[in-house]
């Protein structure tokens, strides 16, 4: 713009210059007249000029920021509302079924077979209570001669939890049974219920402490103790004592556990007076991480006579978290053979045992376990060899069979194999699978010891879970056995159950069961035929 305004102003200068010389010129002289045209217009320009840059300078100022003091009173003001109460976030939880303190199960069946089955619950907000339950059935098959058996239960059970951290439990039981010897030539002879009757009884008590609160030393303990009495009408009488103590010290997530016990019996009868007293004491510990887990420990058992160390250590390796799990393991331990378990596991026993023995064993195992589409899984193998294992010959002193006791040294290859779980919603299934291959020394075979038992069962429950389907399937292969003169020999098992429960109102129901539908008269024991098809069925109800 300032060169605009210049350029204008030469122009002003050089017209009014022009304009005076003209004027002058024609009073000086007369010149010829010209006239003059500009054909280009004067243009001025400036010299661009260098420009000179001068940067601002920053004032150094010098500042002092201020200094305060403050003096505050201490002083304690009351809290005049209610802490807030904090909630934690709501989920969504499945409602919990109903919980009944009684229950009653009452029926009868074909054979000849009343069944009862009823129990009460007492608990209080103290964490106390109290279970009381009384069982009975009984059959009788008019189709083999003496073929009955009645089992009589009751049980009383308590527990109290103190506030000193620990609590105690309590129960008594009372077992009343009867197992009648109908093992003899039926063809030919009979005999009264009285002479073939075998009553056993069996009166048990049992006390246990142990800590249910977490102690500021981590450590956890227990004390068992279990007494019982068992006898027959033959003037048999053994007593028991098993004792049991323990604590575990928690190092982190890694447990130190050691435990000490005894385990006593006596036998008396009219050839004297047998007994068993074996000490035991394992230290172990367990440690690893959640991938891969290990527990170090011995167990030493001592009888009357001989001292053993058998291992007891595990290695467990988790390959996909819990959904599978490999593992080995050595364990071992000595085991009581008595009157008392053996005639529990078979109650045709001869009245008087001669001998009773410890059975010594090793366990050399592995296996994998774990979890497919919400069923549990475990396999198992292993080799067990046993000292003085129970085995079973048979006794023809009396008219009808019994069964004495014999041991031997016996190698054991096992397989076993376990499945649970549901399958789809509201179908459960289960099962168990178990295979044994004997290696004797002195007997020819392991008499009277199945080599392979199964089990499988389903569930299904509809109508609101108050209609429950279920069935039932036992296989068990015919066991080794003596041939003698003898009418019915040992067979094998194939036993299919069905049965149902129904709920027709909140409290009351009815349930049905048809038993062995093959109607196979199973022979465990030698010339001993069980029940073939029954039918057991009756009321139901919860309170």
Known sequence: MNKSIKATSYRLLALVIAVGASCWSATAQELPEEKVEVVKDYEARIIEANKVVIPPEEVQEERTLPNFQYNIAEKILPITYQPPTLKPLSMKTEELPKAYQGFLKAGFGYPTSPYLDAGYAFADADDRSLLARVSHHSATDNNIDNLRFSDNDALLRGRIVTSYGFAIEGQASLSLDNSYFYGYNRSDTSFTKDEVSNRLTDVGLGLKIYNVTENPSKVNYWAHADVYRFSNEFDTRETGLELDLGLTKWLGNFPITVSIGTDQASLQDSSGRRTLSNFYFGPSFTFGTDALRAKIGVRLGSDQEDVKFYPDVELLLNLAGNNLSVFVGAAGNLQKNTFKTFSLYNPFMVSHISDVRNSSYYDFYGGLRGLFSGLEFSLQ????????????????????????????????????????GELFPKFFVGGNLTINRYSTTQQEKAWFLPQLQAKANVTYLTLGDKLRLKGDLFVRDAVPFQEIALEDQPNALLDMSVGADFF?????????????????RYRRWYNYPTVSFNILGGVTARF
């Open 504 to 520: 027709v109102l909140e409290n009351i129901g009815f349930f049905l069961q048809l038993n062995n539908l093959a109607a196979n």
């Open 381 to 420: 193998a292993g080799f067990k060899p046993t000292t003085d294992l129970g085995l079973f010959t048979v006794n023809q002193d009396l008219p009808w069979a019994r069964f004495d006791a014999v041991y031997d040294t016996v190698d054991i290859i096992y397989f076993q194999g376990s499945l649970k």
